[in-house]
């Protein structure tokens, strides 16, 4: 029943424009995105799908509307405020992965609980310690321990993805938020990948957010936004 659903994010006519830009890039009425919801978001190139995402994960803050996360009204908070909470709440996956070249798998992806209270205690709460469930999540995702103690850099772009969705993932984020993982792997590897993650996501209750161009794994997800419709009826009204 839709109204027993809880609300994971809300956005409330949110606005935003880039600096020194005449046109908004996000305009959005409404969007509600229930908890435990897989949500695929698409769009053409420059259709504001990372703007989209970093508006969500406070890396940026709205111009102006109601961007409302877990209960919190985060374009009220500072902008280290909106760090902190999305270091509590939030999983990113990168397109690039952004993991630190230098350092091992392992240390990789226990940094969110190195940053995070509230993960940490996550992860002693489900798992004894937050090396445990770096473990479990780099077996869960296919990485053997053989490859733990290896530096980032010397990894292949698959496995170097599945350590980038180790580290979003530990400490249970409520919100994982991945902005086109999958763009640099081919077909096979790809539905291989999003399998994976869309189980744990599962498991573990995690609203998801996924931007890709790629509109066949579309049916994966429980439900699809089109960029372009929802900026076009944000200003249409
Ligand atoms: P997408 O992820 O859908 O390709 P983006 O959100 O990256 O789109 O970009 C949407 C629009 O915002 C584009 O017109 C882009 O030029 C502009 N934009 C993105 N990042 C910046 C930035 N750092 N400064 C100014 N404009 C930006
Ligand atoms: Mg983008």
């Not at 897989?38 to 190139?45: A, D, E, K």
């Not at 698959?158 to 530990?170: E, S």
């Not at 994976?196 to 995690?206: A, K, P």
Request: hydrophobic share 40%; with cysteine.
């Amino acid at each position: 029943m839709e109204s027993a659903k809880s609300i994971a994010i809300a956005l409330k006519k949110v606005h935003f424009l880039w600096p020194k830009a005449t046109e908004p890039t996000i305009a959005m009425d409404e969007l509600n995105i229930y908890r435990g919801e897989q949500l695929f978001i698409s769009g053409p190139s420059g259709s504001g799908k990372s703007t989209l995402l970093s508006l969500i994960a406070g890396i940026l803050a709205p111009t102006s509307g109601e961007i409302i996360i877990n209960d919190c009204a985060t374009n009220q908070l500072s902008s280290s405020e909106r760090d902190i909470f999305r270091g509590d709440h939030i999983g990113f996956i990168f397109q690039q992965f952004n993991l630190i070249p230098y350092l091992t798998i392992l240390e990789n992806v226990v940094i969110p609980c190195q940053l995070s209270k509230l993960r940490t205690q996550n992860s002693i709460k489900h798992h004894g310690s937050v090396l445990n469930e770096a473990k479990a999540l780099l077996t869960r995702l296919d990485l053997s321990s053989d490859l733990w103690h290896q530096k980032a850099h010397q990894l292949s772009v698959g496995q170097q993805q599945r350590v980038a969705a180790a580290r979003a993932l530990i400490g249970k984020p409520s919100i994982l938020i991945a902005d086109e993982p999958t763009s640099a792997l081919d077909a096979n590897r790809r539905q291989d990948f999003l399998d994976l993650l869309l189980d744990v996501c599962r498991d573990h209750g995690t609203t998801l957010l996924f931007v890709s161009h790629d509109l066949e794994i579309m049916q994966n997800f429980t439900k699809a936004i089109h960029l372009n419709d929802i900026n076009d009826c944000g200003k249409g009204t």
